[in-house]
């Protein structure tokens, strides 16, 4: 399986990072190597000292596509969750000042938590769905998938125009405001509507 993510998804995200408003959607990928499962731990890597979470809403493809059209994009993934895409923070200013790619500094082992995931069916229509994330106990990001530059539809359209979709492939579309660093000790708590779905500690 695949990773794809999506950056500055959200204005006022790209706005806090001082990125232009993107014309297209911007892509990424992480590693299968990124990925946490069943509320294991986060370790902070040594590499960095500025890791920032990211929530964001995680989509799982359900079947395989290639070049689907965005009027069909629904019927290519049935469930979503909340993850995290950490990030270092240090790592990545210094790639970008250097204008080399940001693979090293969101691609990295468990830089990737997701929830358990829920039928879309069992949700709100799916740009109304709202989610956050607690950091202990506080809130510091939330967002609805309607405030998306580019919706669920349009990036699994405009995604599979270059890598072939396949069932299990898990698409993280963008993180809202409020960005931040973590640190050891931190528990992250991530809740689509008022159901918890992810529970992160920071070791
Ligand atoms: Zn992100």
New binding site residues.
Partial sequence: MKII???RNYIQHAAELNNPVPSEPVIFIKPDSALVTNEKPFFIPPFSSDIHH?V?LVVKICKVGKNIAPRFAHRYYDEITVGI?F?ARDLQAKLKSNGLPWTLAKGFDGSAPVGRFVPCASLSPTNQIRFRLEKNGEVVQSGVSGEMLFSIDTIVAFVSKYFTLKTGDLI?T??PAGVGPVKEGDTLCAFIGDERLLTCNVR
Wanted: net charge negative; aromatic share 10%; proline share 0%.
């Fill in positions: 993510c999506v950056g990211e964001e895409d990030t993280f963008g993180t």
